[in-house]
């Protein structure tokens, strides 16, 4: 199987911020990654697909990058309402694995 | 297009728990269905895949022998049962739709709102 560790695990920052979350893969998954986004007893919501790919409704201020084994989701400038946990997760093989997220808190 | 889950349960170690996932019906016959859970303070884990026309399935290995996932085309529910509970089962549980059937690779664009299961003596 595929595993998938993210870094930090916990990020203080503050509104206006520019911050970056890191996610590696065990192997190669090519551009088959996903960064969601989590708040406090809601389900996640899809942020980015294919790896840098917005998906429809999430603000330009999210950014995804990297191919192969290395990823980045980059938020540009920190609103309050992106005060939440991140997820990247894997889909090229049958274990779509999840890392063990980011919390991102204010500073 | 929507995904309703059941309620939240109560269970005992040992027994068993079946949780509900109902679609829209074109959600239904087109997309995959995944099953994700989330122990409290935890990360994501991933379960289960389910197409919902075929009734082809895959489950995460360590789930092998006590998950099962099955469908109601009628109602367009998709169903996931977890026997033999134990306390670390204790987890919200979330179906998540996946790709269109000619492709299952694709993130998971829509969740249910989650269902809490509790396993306590």
């Known amino acids: 199987d595929i595993q998938m560790t993210q870094s930090p695990s916990t990020l203080s920052a503050s509104v206006g911020d520019r911050v970056t979350i890191t996610c590696r893969a065990s192997q190669s998954i090519s551009n088959w990654l996903a960064w969601y986004q989590q708040k406090p007893g809601k389900a996640p919501t899809l942020l980015i697909y294919r790896a840098s790919n917005l998906e429809s409704g999430v603000p330009s201020r999210f950014s995804g990058s990297g191919s192969g084994t290395e990823f980045t989701l980059t938020i540009s400038s920190l609103q309050p309402d992106d005060f939440a946990t991140y997820h990247c997760q894997q889909y090229k093989s049958y274990s779509f694995s999840f890392a063990q997220g980011t919390k991102l808190e204010i500073k | 297009v929507q995904l309703v889950q059941s309620g939240a349960e109560v269970k005992k170690p040992g027994a068993s728990v079946n949780v509900s996932c109902k679609a829209s019906?074109?959600?239904?016959?087109?997309?995959?269905i995944h099953w994700v859970r989330q122990a409290p303070g935890q990360g994501l884990e991933w379960m289960g895949i389910?197409?919902?026309?075929?009734?082809?399935?895959t489950y995460a290995q360590e789930f092998q022998g006590r998950l099962t996932m099955t469908t109601d085309s009628s109602t367009s529910t998709v169903y996931m049962e977890l026997t033999s509970l134990r306390f670390d089962d204790t987890a919200v549980y979330y179906c998540?739709?996946?790709?269109?059937?000619?492709?299952?690779?694709?993130?998971?664009?829509?969740w249910g709102q989650g269902t809490m299961v509790t396993v306590s003596s």
């Open positions: 019906a074109n959600a239904f016959t087109t997309y995959y």
């Open positions: 389910i197409n919902p026309t075929a009734g082809s399935l």
């Open positions: 998540a739709r996946g790709g269109i059937i000619s492709s299952a690779t694709s993130a998971f664009d829509i």
